[in-house]
């Protein structure tokens, strides 16, 4: 399946895309929650193509959003390339619709949030991803303009 745009009822999934770990946090059925779900570890593409199957049928999942890194300014990164290939490839591998979402801040405000919590260094580690993911969705959710699919074009 193609990307593009998500139900408009159904649980999703939202995505803090890594090279090495991925955060992923999940709605409610109504859309109304989201919360940290999981980091998941990288592995190679036949176990994190199992791992994200798996993860759609067990949770009952209509859609993918993926968060796009992007500068300041509203331009896209190299690391959102990234991300949008990661995005098509999550659609293809789960025939789910995949959407893309702003998501500039989410790392730093799970930062500050896990610091103001006074977790170890290894406990932040161990929630930023997820936690990332999860404030990454919930704008997604409050956004009056969800699935903003093209940020800005690639910053040269």
Same mark, same amino acid.
């Given at each position: 399946?193609?990307?593009?745009?998500?139900?408009?009822?159904?649980?999703?999934?939202?995505?803090?895309?890594?090279?090495?770990?991925?955060?992923?946090?999940?709605?409610?059925?109504?859309? +109304?929650?989201?919360? *940290?779900? &999981?980091?998941?570890?990288? $592995?190679?593409?036949?176990?994190? @193509?199992?791992? %994200?199957?798996?993860?759609?049928?067990?949770?009952?999942?209509?859609?993918?959003?993926?968060?796009?890194?992007?500068?300041?300014?509203?331009?896209?990164?190299?690391?959102?390339?990234?991300?949008?290939?990661?995005?098509?490839?999550?659609?293809? +591998?789960?025939?789910? *619709?995949? &959407?893309?979402?702003?998501? $500039?801040?989410?790392?730093?405000? @799970?930062?500050? %949030?896990?610091?103001?919590?006074?977790?170890?260094?290894?406990?932040?580690?161990?929630?930023?991803?997820?936690?990332?993911?999860?404030?990454?969705?919930?704008?997604?959710?409050?956004?009056?303009?969800?699935?903003?699919?093209?940020?800005?074009?690639?910053?040269?």
């Amino acid at each position: 399946m193609a990307e593009s745009s998500v139900p408009s009822v159904g649980r999703l999934a939202g995505i803090d895309f890594g090279t090495v770990r991925i955060g992923i946090a999940l709605t409610d059925a109504r859309r +109304t929650l989201a919360s *940290p779900y &999981e980091n998941y570890q990288r $592995r190679d593409p036949q176990a994190d @193509a199992a791992r %994200f199957r798996r993860l759609a049928a067990e949770e009952g999942i209509v859609g993918f959003v993926v968060g796009l890194p992007v500068h300041l300014s509203g331009l896209e990164s190299q690391k959102s390339i990234q991300a949008r290939e990661f995005g098509k490839w999550l659609a293809e +591998t789960t025939g789910l *619709p995949v &959407e893309y979402f702003d998501e $500039r801040f989410t790392t730093s405000e @799970a930062d500050a %949030f896990l610091g103001a919590a006074k977790l170890t260094k290894k406990q932040r580690r161990e929630r930023r991803d997820k936690l990332a993911a999860q404030i990454m969705l919930t704008a997604y959710l409050e956004s009056a303009t969800r699935g903003q699919g093209e940020p800005g074009p690639l910053d040269g």
